[in-house]
């Protein structure tokens, strides 16, 4: 019941939206994502640290027939990630413009979002997680496609078929694991007994690091996720790149790493290899951007690269990095996300080559400023913030296993530097157009999501124990592999997927 | 008592934070003017100073005491904080504490009508609680950790005056450019390791007499190791921020090339040992460190920005301490360090005081300053004698050292290299002092008073500082004065320094109608002024290829990978669009394209027959005579 509570309360939420006029939906949507927050704080104190298996599990008989069965349950990355979520969904509905349209439609639609989402991360069954997954397009596309801003049908439709196809691949790699393995259902238990030779680990690992891949995403899979960020408003924004990202890297942790480890093993090099090419080249891409927006959602494709890193290692170490890099990403992404949005309101531009001296104490965002110093430089892995200590234990673990990748990864990090200075010189520092410097006031509420976001930042960052501590059970439990064990080439994956067995 | 200040000392680092704290009301809160911020720091920063000197009192003649703080607990690695409080190090402290708090009064004066008091006083703060907790520390993760800290308040402290494009293209390049060293120092901390188990100096140490590792890795993590110090130090070819870096305001400047930028070579210092493990690495530092110290004496003789000259000669000194961690002298490092930041920092502060005054820091628009302000110019003249290598100052016994040392192991290029920087190094001091007070008075200079007393002041407890150098370090018996001879080596330095200043009063303490740059060449004035043309490096070694590497990416992005993406997207558009003029509704259409199809697939199928159909034609003898 715990954790149906912890889908079911932002159902209500969207819910009760029906039944408050338009004039009171802000609050109520406040509320509806309020409680689960706070649910999730309990969740926390109740949760026990030293337990490696699933908690306050739940199942109930669903279609038997298909395998599909209402089962949940959480561990520490569930955790972590549902908190993240909820989190997220809070800021998120809090950094809504107070003025938006149909806003009983907008807010229940975001809660139903957070709702599927957690779902997802709690789900305990692979049909399950797949109808949860599957489900929170049609909340989104809604999202983006009323609520957006220019070009939003295009990239409503665009994202719409991407996560289309990778559902689609998910779902073939699933029905491969059942039918070949021998399992009874869908349930993660079942799916986890399977013997499935080395042979068909990598083959159904494939379609799962696409499907995933377009997910989290990978070059050259991303494109869709520019366009897409760029259209979205910012709370939809926020939503996506904080949260929804992260169902990528999630599945592959949870259907790749855990259930097919020894395929795992032979795929890892190649995944470190495109985590590395996916942080240079999208990196490269964000130095050159223009919009504001569109270089903040380049900044979070080339970092879910160490998140794909960390995890393509597979050690402990590099897990928790991979982990906790996972939180930090959406803390990082979320204040970024909010501050370009109120730059957006106050000044009305996001173009790098308007804005300017916004640093300004007397006419300028000195706040907002101050608050984009602190999330490029988090972004940017200076130590004492959040992504620091995230990405240096990925890092640290990815260096025994793949040196040359990791080494790859920390130029990542200087380029990250690089476009980052671009923004803030252009858009803090420089001299304000005293003609265009009629800015309205930012107000408290604009600042409040910045300011827990910062604080979140800055503690995780002094403390990071307070973060990696909740998933080391579950890596525990998930590492058992030694990438680069089998010392697999291309030829031999091509002989795998060509039917030669012997291997 | 004693034991008390020492349990508590890492409370030190953690004074300044509190200023911080305290400083944020009058950041966002203006109802009154920003003051109360600066004078609450200097509260903070004056309880840091005296917790120091209680705690090196404690620890005099004792044993040094250590404790750990668990930091970070990630499955198999364990980070934790190595305080460690030796008298060296709270030595250290002191000198960073002591000049922080001289810098703090001195910008209350300098600083008067700014009102950007809040930030430069917890950004200050910032610089002091990174640099006191590095010095504290014995790890080498966490003196990267604060090296990253203050490279981000090297560019935010930069950028103070961010509404001038000068200012924000110079936090920039300190920003990336020190970010470069940190990153390639990163990459050494990681690697290293898997290698030695520890990150903790003293622990490395041990390690590393053992001779643990070789070879290519010993050198390629050294190299990576050394990265880290080059780009902190200043040293070529990573040395142009810190002349970018003099567009911050002067207290900065003042608080970063006497304390923030030893700092940096402290980190040098204590992984001596780690170098000493490929003498590849050992080699290269002394190369760089040489070339540095050459490059940037010459550099700063042909600058007419009284900043700029100071700031190479920072760059010079810490060439020289790079060539003596090359060569193992690590006591002599520290010699140095210390000596050379009191001396600097009374320089820079009396060079602040005369811009503040006389609104240049145009060498050739400053003159005959020497009667209208002799407490600034006495001040310059002991910053000068504590810099150069003259007894009884600082600098000369350090110098003697590693003189002696180097003559002993028989290095005699840098035994040299190190007379001839000393020499180059007086001369443009000398240079620097005849342009500004000496000769006659010019417009800039006609009318110049001594600034306001929270100026003066701190430039002369500086001064003062710098000539009390040599006795405090004696009697703190941290560093090794065994005997106070000149000797030979000594006497040799004396002549190179005289020779300096000698030549220095000639060419410019005289009044002539030539300068002495009328008789050089002018590729070669062009090279020195230019910074040996670093730019150009920079431009096409760094940013050209960045720059290209992303405009092609971004080519690719949308031509190629979205291109093929919303190809797909528009075939299916496009090739329904067009078909649907093949249904007109007329009945002909219909009958004539299935008659059309019903060909085209009767072809298709019975391709693999026609060549036979041939053959059996043929073979029937249809076609036969």
């Not at chain 1, 942080?279 to 951007?289: E, M, N, R």
């Not at chain 2, 019903?598 to 036969?624: A, D, E, I, K, T």
Request: glycine share 8%; net charge neutral; charged share 10%.
């Amino acid at each position: 019941m715990m954790l149906t509570l912890l889908m079911g309360l932002p159902l209500l939420g969207a819910l009760a939206l029906l039944l408050f006029p338009p004039a009171k939906a802000k609050l109520v949507a406040l509320w509806g994502a309020g409680i689960p927050l706070l649910w999730t704080l309990w969740l926390f104190s109740q949760f026990d640290i030293s337990n490696s298996q699933f908690q306050w599990s739940e199942a109930g008989a669903w279609l038997p027939v298909l395998g599909l069965n209402y089962e949940l349950g959480m561990d520490g990355l569930g955790l972590l990630m549902v908190a993240l979520n909820t989190l997220l969904t809070w800021i998120a509905i809090y950094s809504a413009r107070s003025e938006i349209e149909r806003p009983r439609l907008f807010y229940s639609l975001m809660l139903i979002t957070s709702s599927v989402i957690s779902g997802s991360f709690i789900a305990q069954n692979f049909l399950l997680f797949f109808l949860f997954y599957e489900a929170c397009l049609i909340p989104l596309y809604l999202l983006i496609n009323i609520w957006g801003g220019e070009k939003r049908s295009y990239a409503a439709t665009k994202f719409l078929i991407y996560t289309a196809i990778s559902g689609a691949l998910i779902l073939i790699s699933g029905f491969g694991l059942l039918w070949l393995g021998g399992a009874e259902d869908f349930s993660y238990a079942a799916l986890a007994d399977n013997s499935l030779s080395l042979k068909w680990q990598v083959l159904l690992l494939v379609p799962l690091a696409i499907g995933f891949g377009i997910k989290v995403p990978m070059v050259p899979l991303h494109t869709w996720l520019p366009d897409t960020y760029v259209a979205a408003s910012t709370p939809v924004a926020i939503l996506l790149g904080g949260v929804l990202a992260k169902l990528g890297t999630y599945g592959l942790l949870r259907f790749g790493l855990s259930l097919l480890p020894d395929g795992w093993a032979v795929v890892a090099p190649w995944i470190a290899t495109w985590a590395a090419i996916t942080i240079i080249y999208c990196a490269f891409l964000a130095i050159v951007q223009q919009d504001l927006k569109r270089m903040v959602a380049y900044s979070s494709v080339s970092h879910m690269g160490y998140v794909l890193l960390g995890s393509a290692a597979g050690n402990n170490l590099s897990l928790s990095g991979c982990i906790a890099q996972m939180m930090a990403h959406g803390l990082v992404l979320a204040i970024l996300f909010h501050l370009v949005g109120v730059i957006e309101a106050k000044v009305g531009s996001r173009d790098l080559d308007q804005l300017n001296g916004l640093m300004n104490p007397v006419r300028g965002l000195p706040f907002v400023s101050a608050m984009l110093v602190l999330g490029a430089m988090a972004s940017a892995g200076i130590p004492g913030l959040v992504n620091f200590a995230a990405e240096f234990a990925v890092f640290q673990g990815s260096y025994r296993v793949f040196p040359l990748q990791t080494l790859v990864g920390i130029v990542g990090t200087g380029l990250t530097a690089v476009y980052f200075v671009i923004l803030l010189n252009r858009t803090c520092f420089g001299r304000l157009d005293s003609k265009r410097a009629y800015f309205p006031k930012v107000s408290f509420n604009e600042k409040a999501p910045a300011l827990v976001l910062a604080v979140l930042i800055v503690v995780l960052g002094v403390q990071p124990n307070w973060l990696m501590r909740w998933s080391e059970p579950t890596e525990v439990k998930t590492v058992v592999i030694v990438p680069g064990e089998h010392n697999v080439s291309l030829r031999d994956i091509g002989g795998l997927l060509l039917g030669d067995s012997s291997l | 008592m004693a034991e008390i200040y020492l349990q508590s000392g890492w409370l030190i680092p953690l004074y300044p934070l509190l200023g911080i704290l305290l400083t944020v009301p009058w950041m966002s809160l203006r109802r009154t003017g920003p003051r109360p911020a600066g004078y609450l720091n200097l509260l903070t920063t004056l309880v840091a100073l005296v917790h120091t000197v209680l705690c090196l009192q404690a620890v005099w003649g004792e044993h040094p005491v250590r404790w750990t703080v668990d930091w970070m607990q990630v499955a198999d690695l364990s980070i934790s904080l190595p305080f460690e409080l030796s008298t060296l190090n709270l030595a250290a402290v002191a000198v960073v504490t002591v000049l922080n708090f001289l810098v703090q009064i001195y910008a209350i004066g300098y600083l008067e009508m700014d009102w950007g008091w809040a930030r430069l006083y917890c950004l200050l703060a910032l610089f002091e609680a990174g640099m006191t907790a590095l010095l504290l520390c014995d790890s080498l993760f966490f003196s990267y950790m604060m090296l990253e800290i203050l490279t981000l308040g090297t560019y935010l402290i930069v950028g103070f005056w961010f509404n001038q494009p000068l200012v924000v293209t110079g936090a920039r390049d300190a920003f990336l450019t020190k970010r470069v060293g940190d990153l390639i120092l990163l990459m050494g901390v990681i690697a290293l390791y898997p290698l030695a188990g520890t990150w903790n100096y003293a622990e490395l140490a041990t390690w590393a007499s053992q001779n643990p590792i070789g070879g290519t890795t010993a050198t390629l993590v050294g190299l990576a190791l050394l990265a880290g110090p080059i780009s902190k130090c200043a040293q070529f070819p990573l040395h142009l921020w810190l002349d970018s870096a003099m567009e911050g305001p002067l207290p900065t400047t003042i608080l970063r090339n006497s304390v923030v930028i030893p700092v940096g070579a402290w980190v040098l210092i204590k992984l001596t040992p780690v170098f000493a493990l490929s003498p590849v690495v050992d080699g290269v530092a002394v190369a760089i460190g040489t070339i540095s110290a050459i490059g940037a004496a010459l550099i700063s003789i042909a600058q007419v920005d009284v900043k700029r000259v100071l700031s190479y000669l920072t760059t010079a000194f810490m060439g020289l301490v790079f060539i003596a961690v090359g060569t193992s002298q690590v006591g002599v490092a520290y010699f140095l360090l210390m000596s050379f930041s009191v001396a600097i920092a009374a320089l820079i502060a009396s060079t602040g005081s005369i811009i503040l005054t006389c609104i240049t820091q145009d060498l050739t628009q400053l003159g005959g300053l020497w009667s209208r302000r002799p407490v600034t110019a006495l001040s310059f003249i002991f910053g000068t004698l504590g810099l150069v290598g003259l007894p009884p100052f600082g600098v000369f016994w350090a110098m003697r050292f590693l003189e002696t040392s180097l003559w002993y192991e028989g290095q005699v290029l840098p035994f040299a290299i190190v007379l001839a920087i000393n020499g180059l190094c007086a001369f443009s001091l000398v240079r620097m002092f005849c342009l500004i007070f000496l000769g006659k008075p010019q417009v800039m200079s006609s009318r110049a008073p001594e600034p306001i007393w929270t100026v003066v002041i701190p430039m002369v407890a500086m001064a003062a500082l710098t000539l009390h150098i040599p006795v405090m370090l004696q009697t703190l018996k941290l560093l090794p004065i065994m005997q106070t001879a000149i000797g030979e080596t000594g006497l040799l330095l004396i002549w190179s320094s005289g020779l300096g200043l000698g030549l220095g009063i000639v060419f410019y303490g005289i009044q002539r109608e030539k300068l002495p740059a009328d008789y050089m060449p002018q590729w070669c004035i062009n090279l020195l002024s230019d910074d040996f043309y670093t730019t150009g490096l920079y431009q096409n070694l760094f940013i050209w290829p960045v720059a290209t590497t992303a405009k092609g990416f971004n080519w690719i992005e949308r031509y190629v990978i979205d291109g093929v993406v919303n190809l797909v997207g528009v075939l299916p558009l496009l090739s329904g669009e067009t078909l649907k003029y093949v249904n007109p509704g007329r009945s002909q259409v219909y009958v004539f394209t299935i008659a059309i199809c019903v060909v085209l697939l009767g072809l298709f199928m019975s391709w693999s027959y026609l060549p036979h159909l041939g053959q059996n034609l043929f073979s029937r003898g249809l076609f036969s005579r």
